[in-house]
């Protein structure tokens, strides 16, 4: 009896446990001081973490990103394996025999070009705790376990080195930018539900745990600086940042000046410093403000000031379609080894063709609402952060281009559709560390994923992607979103069942394979055409049939399918459409008429509008000879 009441117990535990989010909290307080003379600084840093797990924790671990910038590290020797290396950490050159091989550049890294982020006196609540590095990460085990609910103090000091640029952080990139300050402190380490995401650093991209910065920069009072947070002492920076109207007065004897910024509920913090930057300022009807900063460079001036306007534009499109920006401030800065996205701004290259270079910013400024504000795990969910911020990125420009076209993911879909034929496609649940090839990995973060949205509308319609888009930003920002909480979101705001689309898109290499096998005229003199249909691909779909008559009209024929439980509406409502019988997975062939002779039938398309991503196009059309 006893087993019985178990049983009946269980459900409720398991409900529970979903329902109940958690996640850690961290406020960072930090003071730095840059010599720019050998791109060294000092810093000292005080943490309050609050642990908000059911957990008690007597480890805790930081990133030291820095410290992949040596030769022999992890990052290094990923680099010198893998069989399509990144060509911006790699140079090309022609061994013995002539051939042109690639050779990692952090190999060749001299001490005084490395970068590294050294801890020491490393405190938990003024007492001292064992901290061991073990490459970019530090291992402290607590003197003090922290029980779940409480909050603890960590105080470290930390000695570092900007290393030459080779990824995203670094100096004097091949645009001249002196200090591109990404991954530049120690960083807590984020735990959750799964356990502890101390993953190294070997090229991928962040997983941080929200919380507030207050730092404080000390650096040559000849650099201006921009970045993550809102500027504190701007009246007394100047450099663009003073309030309207304001008289900025500086000590002429002073060699140095320091930059205070505070950045509310964010998950990192960045900086970029250079002597010549240009700082315009454009503020929005919202009160945002948009920072633009630049090099001094005449051939290069005119594309940035072009692009100031339109990077509103863009803001104003995410605001309306996925949600409302929830920062005062965002910066684009000239900075980087191409593009990325940090919170609050982002670190770009800026030499380029308007139109490249507005696509870049639309990409990296998208992340603040795909990645820093729906803070998935990158390392884990690339697909969430690339993927997604790549299809509102396509939108956008697709809706500010004077020619528009009818599918702006086409290019995503061919991207994937390549991969998935190719045999080098792994599923979307892998690791981003564990891809075979960098190729592999992009497209299919950045195409696959995308798709994964291009595609909810084919299964769901406009309208429900639409509002399904807006509720998930509604509904988790701030916060660290799950595959399964896109896909709960979709089926909340639609009514229909997608477990198995999650599952085919993201945890399989199961493809979308459908054809026409038959057409053919009814034999008993009645004016109607049989089509067959048949479901080759393992990843089932329901069905859009388009019908071109010979007489210019056209019809449409949907097949719903069973397992989806939905029945989209009409996305072309200006034409007929007949409702089918749904078709289930387990059969794999499909048969229906068409209310006219074949004569009259000049094609038929199945998915004429390009949104189901089947992998093998040419038996998806049969026209008329």
């Given at each position: 009896m006893k087993y019985f009441y178990l049983l009946l117990l269980l459900p409720i535990f398991c409900f529970s446990q979903t329902k109940h989010y958690w996640q850690q909290k961290v406020d960072y307080t930090m003071e730095v001081s840059m010599n720019i003379n050998?791109?060294?600084?000092?810093?000292?840093?005080?943490?309050?973490?609050?642990?908000?797990?059911?957990?008690?924790?007597?480890?805790?671990?930081?990133?030291?990103?820095?410290?992949?910038?040596?030769?022999?590290?992890?990052?290094?020797?990923?680099?010198?394996?893998?069989?399509?290396?990144?060509?911006?950490?790699?140079?090309?050159?022609?061994?013995?025999?002539?051939?042109?091989?690639?050779?990692?550049?952090?190999?060749?890294?001299?001490?005084?070009?490395?970068?590294?982020?050294?801890?020491?006196?490393?405190?938990?609540?003024?007492?001292?705790?064992?901290?061991?590095?073990?490459?970019?990460?530090?291992?402290?085990?607590?003197?003090?376990?922290?029980?779940?609910?409480?909050?603890?103090?960590?105080?470290?000091?930390?000695?570092?080195?900007?290393?030459?640029?080779?990824?995203?952080?670094?100096?004097?990139?091949?645009?001249?930018?002196?200090?591109?300050?990404?991954?530049?402190?120690?960083?807590?380490?984020?735990?959750?539900?799964?356990?502890?995401?101390?993953?190294?650093?070997?090229?991928?991209?962040?997983?941080?745990?929200?919380?507030?910065?207050?730092?404080?920069?000390?650096?040559?009072?000849?650099?201006?600086?921009?970045?993550?947070?809102?500027?504190?002492?701007?009246?007394?920076?100047?450099?663009g940042y003073e309030d309207v109207g304001k008289s900025v007065k500086k000590d002429k004897n002073a060699k140095t000046l320091t930059w205070h910024f505070i950045a509310p509920n964010v998950h990192d913090f960045t900086w970029a410093a250079d002597k010549d930057y240009i700082h315009d300022k454009l503020v929005r009807p919202d009160g945002v403000t948009l920072h633009f900063l630049y090099k001094n460079n005449p051939k290069i001036s005119e594309v940035w000031k072009q692009a100031e306007p339109l990077t509103s534009k863009i803001m104003d499109f995410y605001n309306q379609n996925v949600g409302k920006y929830p920062y005062k401030q965002y910066s684009v800065i000239q900075g980087g080894d191409g593009g990325m996205e940090y919170a609050m701004c982002t670190l770009v290259l800026g030499e380029g063709t308007l139109g490249g270079f507005v696509g870049l910013i639309a990409h990296e400024m998208g992340h603040s609402w795909f990645q820093h504000v729906l803070a998935t795990n990158e390392s884990k969910h690339s697909w969430m952060d690339e993927g997604f911020t790549s299809y509102i990125e396509d939108w956008v420009m697709n809706e500010l281009s004077s020619k528009k076209v009818e599918n702006p993911f086409a290019g995503a879909y061919k991207s994937y559709i390549n991969l998935a034929n190719s045999g080098k496609e792994q599923p979307l649940s892998t690791h981003a560390d564990r891809y075979d090839e960098n190729r592999s990995y992009s497209i299919a973060s950045y195409s696959k994923g995308e798709v994964f949205l291009a595609q909810l509308e084919y299964l769901i319609g406009k309208e429900n992607l639409r509002k399904t888009i807006k509720k998930y930003y509604s509904d988790f920002k701030f916060k660290h979103p799950t595959p399964n909480d896109i896909k709960r979101t979709a089926e909340r705001v639609s009514g229909a069942h997608l477990g198995w689309y999650l599952i085919d898109w993201t945890e399989t290499l199961n493809t979308i394979d459908y054809g026409i096998k038959n057409v053919e005229a009814a034999t008993d003199g009645v004016q109607r055409t049989g089509v067959s249909l048949?479901?080759?691909?393992?990843?089932?779909?329901?069905?859009?049939?388009?019908?071109?008559?010979?007489?210019?009209?056209?019809?449409?024929?949907?097949?719903?399918?069973?397992?989806?439980?939905?029945?989209?509406?009409?996305?072309?409502?200006?034409?007929?459409?007949?409702?089918?019988?749904?078709?289930?997975?387990?059969?794999?062939?499909?048969?229906?008429?068409?209310?006219?002779?074949?004569?009259?039938?000049?094609?038929?398309?199945?998915?004429?509008?390009?949104?189901?991503?089947?992998?093998?196009?040419e038996n998806n059309v049969y026209e008329a000879k």
């Open positions: 050998n791109y060294q600084y000092k810093g000292t840093q005080k943490l309050v973490y609050k642990n908000n797990s059911e957990d008690t924790l007597r480890k805790v671990y930081y990133h030291l990103y820095n410290n992949a910038f040596q030769p022999g590290s992890e990052m290094d020797m990923r680099l010198q394996n893998i069989v399509d290396p990144d060509g911006r950490m790699v140079d090309k050159v022609k061994n013995v025999d002539g051939k042109e091989v690639k050779e990692s550049r952090i190999a060749k890294l001299q001490p005084n070009e490395i970068g590294y982020l050294k801890i020491s006196n490393f405190k938990q609540d003024k007492v001292a705790a064992k901290a061991i590095e073990k490459g970019t990460i530090l291992e402290v085990t607590l003197n003090k376990p922290l029980l779940p609910g409480k909050s603890t103090c960590f105080t470290l000091d930390f000695d570092g080195q900007v290393p030459v640029q080779i990824r995203r952080s670094g100096r004097n990139n091949s645009e001249g930018i002196e200090l591109s300050m990404a991954q530049w402190y120690p960083k807590m380490a984020e735990f959750d539900n799964e356990g502890w995401h101390a993953d190294a650093y070997i090229g991928r991209e962040f997983h941080g745990v929200w919380g507030n910065f207050d730092v404080k920069i000390t650096i040559d009072k000849n650099y201006i600086l921009g970045g993550t947070g809102y500027l504190k002492n701007n009246n007394e920076i100047g450099c048949e479901r080759i691909g393992r990843t089932p779909m329901p069905i859009d049939v388009m019908v071109e008559y010979i007489d210019g009209s056209k019809e449409s024929f949907y097949v719903p399918l069973e397992m989806l439980f939905f029945e989209k509406e009409n996305p072309t409502p200006s034409i007929k459409r007949t409702t089918l019988p749904s078709w289930n997975w387990g059969n794999p062939n499909y048969f229906f008429e068409i209310p006219k002779g074949k004569s009259a039938i000049k094609k038929i398309t199945l998915d004429a509008s390009g949104l189901m991503a089947d992998v093998k196009r």
